[in-house]
């Protein structure tokens, strides 16, 4: 699933460490999301979500 | 319990475990390996029961979950078809000996281990059961008619 965590990051100033603590993940997990090699929680995503202030789709696109 | 003294006591746990083994080697008399069996047992039931008790702040991490579920699993099977794979070897060879009493040891080896087999294959329905329970598997609505 392809996601653009990254840019939000960048935009929001943000380490994935930072993002990791935030919605209770290790980097690793926030690290394995972005190269897409792992798919988060449907909670997980709307913590990640919640946390950039955006919906769901704007951040992760499903390619089903 | 922090969880550095958690490694510690199951280290003293393995350890007293290992003594122990090496007792009944020594002993060689029943119910030396009984005790061996109870003692590895009762050292994985109180290492499991101390796990549950750290209270350090630790991430539960998703992926770690799924990662380590997904490993258990694979392992498991592969154990599993290994393992009476020499089971049945070991059965077949033992037919074949003509010695009554290495015959009849290596028979009721063969047939523990079946046995142990047979068992994980009921462990592992029996949590089936119970995990779909807990997350609805065996829910029904008015779709289900």
Redesign the interface.
């Known amino acids: 699933m392809k996601n653009r965590i990254k840019v939000y990051r960048a935009m929001n100033d943000l380490t994935q460490e930072a993002l990791a603590s935030e919605v209770?993940?290790?980097r690793?997990?926030i690290l394995?999301i972005e190269k897409g090699k792992?798919d988060?929680?449907l909670e997980?995503a709307f913590k990640i979500a919640k946390r950039f202030d955006v919906k769901i789709e704007g951040i992760f696109t499903y390619e089903g | 319990m922090k969880r550095d003294n958690f490694y510690i006591s199951a280290s003293v746990i393995g350890i007293a475990v290992a003594f122990i083994f090496w007792w009944a080697v020594l002993y060689d008399r029943y119910p030396a390996a009984q005790i061996v069996a109870i003692s590895v047992i009762a050292g994985a039931c109180t290492i499991y029961l101390l796990r549950q008790r750290i209270d350090d702040t630790v991430i539960v991490d998703e992926m770690i979950s799924t990662i380590n579920e997904k490993s258990a699993m694979k392992t498991i099977q592969i154990f599993w078809v290994g393992f009476l794979a020499l089971t049945i070897s070991g059965f077949s060879k033992a037919m074949s000996i003509d010695n009554p009493r290495i015959k009849d040891m290596m028979t009721r080896g063969s047939v523990s281990q079946l046995i142990f087999l047979a068992s994980i294959l009921l462990i592992y329905a029996a949590f089936r059961i119970y995990y779909s329970r807990k997350y609805g598997g065996y829910e029904e609505d008015e779709e289900s008619d």
């Open positions: 209770g993940v290790t690793q997990t394995a792992y988060p929680s997980l």
